[in-house]
């Protein structure tokens, strides 16, 4: 569906707005944090199948992309009225905003949300904690789910407003009972069923397995679960954004790499590559069982892809029902 008349133009002068001020904050933010993580602790950018990109990948396409907008936006002397029209052929609504998850646990389970914030480091507090593996030395300590399924079934809860970001303080596990998110009772009842040392350990920057942010469309979901003969259920995929398309089309996700996607009035982000999906998807969040038939299904219909990543280059809120724009990458 293509925005038409003043309706179009406002949005286009938003998303130029999101481009001039947001990349180069970006750049001095998103890109040097990334660039610096990488450096120091490559481990959280490996996927929750243990596989491992190449290095530094997301923090190059980050910098490549923003590097490259700064230095043509400074030598074509662009103001924010002339990018919105530059933005106008090829901007369109994409749909809506149709649930916001945030995972506060790397592989436990997730919390819906109504609102929330989208920052540099993806949504707030999302994926802040992992279970941690002691004296491992390989690049990837990070337990996921694909080791321990039942990791699913432990809920993050009694969230804290002390911080901005509203982190849970405990956790509930699959039995019921609760326990300190830092304490020495979960790690020793998660170290139990692993049968090996494990802590739990909190990141402030997150633990993510590509870029911060994960979308992916709602026919994508029914299509791939559809095909597997698997209800169809949004939790198996544990993005961060689910679209409520308008036109409906399955992986529809795959044309937005390159792209500048707008949320609502002020948060955007740029799709830096697709979700090369893993053994999760086949996990039923509800009981941890494992079912093939999915991954199957994604290796069949789309090469194993689902969803796209990206990165932030405008920060703010964003909600349910939120109008989402698909704008010009400045390719």
């Not at 998850?101 to 993806?122: E, I």
């Not at 804290?160 to 970001?165: A, L, R």
């Amino acid at each position: 569906m293509v925005v038409s008349g003043p309706r179009r133009r406002h949005g286009a002068l938003s998303c130029a707005a999101s481009l001039l001020e947001g990349t180069a904050a970006n750049f001095r933010v998103t890109t040097r944090y990334t660039i610096g993580k990488l450096a120091s602790n490559g481990t959280h950018h490996r996927d929750e199948s243990g596989k491992s990109p190449p290095p530094a990948h997301t923090a190059r396409n980050a910098a490549k992309f923003n590097a490259r907008s700064i230095r043509r936006l400074i030598a074509r002397r662009i103001d924010r009225s002339s990018l919105a029209d530059e933005i106008l052929a090829s901007m369109r609504l994409l749909g809506h905003i149709q649930t916001i998850t945030r995972y506060p646990v790397k592989s436990m389970a997730g919390v819906a949300l109504r609102s929330a914030r989208l920052d540099w480091n993806g949504l707030a507090g999302d994926r802040r904690f992992g279970v941690h593996r002691l004296g491992d030395n390989d690049g990837f300590p990070w337990i996921s789910a694909s080791r321990l399924p039942e990791l699913l079934l432990y809920k993050p809860c009694e969230f804290s407003d002390s911080t901005e970001e509203l982190l849970p303080t405990k956790v509930c596990t699959p039995s019921g009972t609760l326990f300190d998110i830092l304490g020495d009772e979960l790690r020793s009842d998660i170290s139990n069923k692993l049968g090996f040392d494990v802590e739990l350990m909190k990141l402030k920057h997150g633990i993510f397995d590509d870029s911060p942010i994960s979308l992916i469309a709602n026919k994508t979901i029914s299509h791939v679960c559809e095909n597997a003969g698997v209800a169809v259920d949004p939790s198996r995929f544990r993005a961060n954004i689910v679209v409520d398309l308008i036109d409906p089309f399955p992986f529809a996700e795959d044309e937005w790499i390159g792209s500048v996607i707008r949320f609502g009035k002020q948060a955007a982000i740029y799709a830096t590559k697709r979700d090369l999906r893993c053994k999760m998807i086949g996990l039923d969040p509800a009981s941890a069982s494992y079912q093939p038939a999915l991954l199957k299904s994604a290796v069949e219909l789309n090469e194993n892809h689902a969803g796209v990543y990206g990165t932030a280059i405008s920060t703010g809120s964003i909600e349910i029902g939120d109008e989402v724009m698909l704008c010009s990458s400045g390719q």
